[in-house]
C-alpha cells in the first residue's frame, strides 16, 4: 500500500470525530484512568513543547483504552491572560475576539495531530460558565475569611498611571514608556494560602516516589518551615509618634544560639518605626530620600542588588548582656517575613558578615568553629562568649535560650514560613472580574450569587493606560445586594493562576451538569484524582501548589474529597534545537503545521517519542524525523504479506523455522514491552518500545510464513496504535476489521529461545557447554554431553547420569 498520510488521516480524524470515540463513559462501574496534559494558553499557535506533552498524554490515554479503562482525556483554554491585552493595543483587536479565534486555530491544530481528546468536556476559562463558577468559589472563600482585603505594594508607572506586572518592568522601567517604576501602596486581595502551610508541606509525604523529587524540594523550600526565637529588643529611650509610644523592636531568629554575637539590629525599610520617624520628620533629611529610594525598589529587585543601609542614630538594648546596639535600616531586610527586623550577627552568618564589612561593625565570635575555619562560621558548634552558655553544644544552647525567653515573658518559640498569602487582584480588564461590590453602607459585599457571572463590558478601550474596568462608569454602577442603595463594582479582576487551580476539577463535571453546579460530586469521585498529569517543569513551584491549595481548599467547602489533586506527576523535558531551547529570538524554532504538512501527524507523533523519553530533553534531529517517516512506509508496504484475519492466527511453534520463530519473538517481544512500559514507575519509556516495534518488523521480514506476517501485524499494529494512531486504524481496519485493538495476551511460548545452552560438568567441575534445542530429550542430551567431554571420561566408569533439564548435566565418574 502506498503512504498516503494526509488521507488517511483526514479519514480517521473525521471517523473519530462523528462516532464520538473518545468521549468518556457514564458507567461508573468500569475502572478509569484520568490522564491530563496542562491545557495550553491560547496564544494562536501551537509550538513543539505542546506536541510533546500532548503526544505523552494520549499515547496514556490510548493505551488505556485498549486495556478496557474508561478514560477522560479533556483538554481546554487557560484564556485569560495579558497577551490578549498586549495584542488589543498592538492590533487594535478586542480580547475576547483574540482569543477566541486563537483558540479556533490551536484546536484545529491539535485535532491535526489526531490527539483523542474529549470533545464535549472542553472549556475554555474566559468562557462566562466558567467565570460563574469561578466567582461563585471566589464568594463562599470570601464568607470564610480565606480571602482579604490589605493594601500592599505594586509596580507603578506614574506615566501610564498603571500598575505593572513584574514581567513589564524592564530593569525598572516601564516597558511602554520607559518612564522609573515605583512602588505604590495600594488595596488587593489576597487568599491565605498561608492557612494550609502546614498541611501543604505535610502532603508532600504522600506524592513521595509519584512526582519528580526535584519538584517535591522545590515546594518544601518554597514553604519555607523554619523554627527559631522571637523576641524584644528594647530601645534605649523610648518614641513617642503620635501619641504613641513605641519601645521596643521585635526579630525573629532561627539561630538564639548566636543571640550573644549580636552586632547590630536592622529593620526593613517599610518597617513601622521608619515609618513613624520619617513621619515625624526624626531622620536627616539626606537619610530620609535614601530610605525612600530603598521603598521605590521592588522586593524581586532588591535581592539581586548590593547590600546597603544607613544608620538611624538609635540604640536599642540587648536583652540578654545589656549592652548598647546600634539600629539600621537594610535593603535585604523583608518586611513581609517574621517581624521585619533582624538581629545582626556578622561572625556566623554570610549577609551579616557581608554588611559588617562594610559598615565596619564589630565582629564578636560565639560559635568556636572546628579547625580555625574564617568567618563568617555558619554552621553550629560549641558556644564561647556567651556566658552562662559557654561550652554547649548549639543545639542545646537553642533550646536553653528558648526556655529562657518564654519563662521570663521575653519571647517565643514560633515557626515561620517564607510562603506568603497570594496577592490574586489585577488592575487589568482580561481576566474573571472579582465579584464583590462595594456600598458606602455595607461596606465590601459580595454579590447575590443567582446573579452571577459578574460579565466583563465588551465596550471598552484597551490602549495600556490605567484599567479599562476602573474607568467604565457605567459597568460599574450597581445595586448593594444588602440594603439596596447605588453601589459601585470592584474593577480588579482575578490573576489567571486562580484559574488553572481548579480546572482540572471542573474537567469532571459533565456538560449536561454544568450549568447547575460548579462539581458534580458522583463524577467528581469517580474521576479524580488525576492519573497522570503531565507538563512542563517551569510549574514546579506556582501552579502546583496553587493547585494543591485550592483542592484542599475545595474539599474542605465540600465539593471534593480530595486532598490531592494529582496522584502522578510526569515532568516532560525541553524541545530544544541545536543546543538551545527553540525560540523566536534564536531562530531554531520548528513549526509543527510544517512537519504536518510534508510528512502527516504519525510521521510528527513517532518522532517525538522516539527521540527521547518523556522527561529527558528532546534534541530536534531532521534526520531521525526522516527515519520515523521511512519506518511508517515501510509499515505501510510490507503489511501486504499477510493475510486479512478477524482474530490472532494459531500457531504451533514446533512446526516452524528458526527465521519464523525469531520473528514470533521479537513480535511478542514488543506487545510485552507495551505492557512493561505504561506506567508511572518505568517511565513511559516509548522509545524503547518503538525500538522493539522496529526490530520485530526487521525479523519478520527475514522470512516469508503469512500466518506469522498476519500474527506479527495484528500485534504490532494494537501495540503501535498509541503512538501512529492513524496508519494502525487504517492497516488494521483493512486487514484485521479493527478487531486486534483491545488487550492481546502474550503468547509465552514465542517468548523462550529455542535453542538452549546447557553446561556440562564432572563431579560437579564444569568442563564444557553443549547447544540444544529446547526440551531435548534427556538420552539424546546425555549421548551428545558424552562426546563433548570423552576426554575425561577415559579410564573412568560412570556412576550417576544427572540432567537438570534446560540448564545442565553432570556425570558422576570414578
Ligand atoms: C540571627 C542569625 C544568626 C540568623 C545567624 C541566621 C544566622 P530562614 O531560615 O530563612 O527562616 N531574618 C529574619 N527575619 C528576616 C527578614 N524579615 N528579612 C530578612 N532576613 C530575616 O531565615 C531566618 C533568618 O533570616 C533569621 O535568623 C534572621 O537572621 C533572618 F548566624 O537571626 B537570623
Ligand atoms: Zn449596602
Redesign the pocket.
Known sequence: MEYNAKAIETKWQSFWEENNAYEPKEDKNLPKKYILSMFPYPSGNIHMGHVRNYCISDAIARRFRKKGFNVLHPIGWDAFGMPAENAAIKHKTHPKDWTYSNIDNMRKQLYSLGFSFSKTRELATCDTLYSKWEQSLFIDMWERGLIYRKKGFLNWCPNDKTVLANEQVIEGRCWRCDTQVVQKEMYQYFIKITDYAQSLLEDLSLLEGKWPNAVLTMQKNWI?R?E?LSFKFLLERPLEVKGETLEAVE?????PD?IF?VSYCAL?PEHPLVMALIQQGLLKEEIQKQIQRMQNVSIKERSLQKKEGFALGINVIHPLSKEKIPLWVAN??????????????PA??E??FDFAKKYHLPLKEVIASEGNRQL?Y?EAGKLINSQEYDGLDSKTAKQKIIDYFQRENLGLAVV?Y?LRDWGVSRQRYWGTPIPLIHCKNCGIVPENKEKLPVKLPEDVVINGEGNPLEKHILWRKCICPKCGVEAQRESDTLDTFVESSWYFLRYTTPPKKREETILSLEDEKYWMGVDEYIGGIEHAILHLLYSRFFTKVLRDLGYTQQSEPFLHLLTQGMVIKEGAKMSKSKGNVVNPEEIIQEYGADTARLFILFAAPPTKELEWNDSALEGAFKFIKRLCARIEKAQKVNALPIIDSNALTKVEKFARKKVYEALKKSNEIFSYESGYAFNTLIAACMEALNALSEQDNPQIWSEGYFVLLNVLEPIIPHICWELSQQYFHLENFKELSIDEKALQDDVIIMAITINGKRRAELEVALDTPKEVIIDKAKVLVAKWLVDKKILKEIVVPNKLVNLVVV
Not at 251 to 255: A, I, M
Not at 332 to 345: N, P, T
Open positions: 519555607g523554619s527559631g526579630v525573629f531568629t532561627t539561630r548566636t554575637g526593613a535585604f531586610v523583608l518586611m513581609g517575613y517574621g517581624s521585619g527586623a533582624v538581629m545582626g550577627v556566623h552568618d549577609r551579616d563568617p555558619c515561620n517564607k
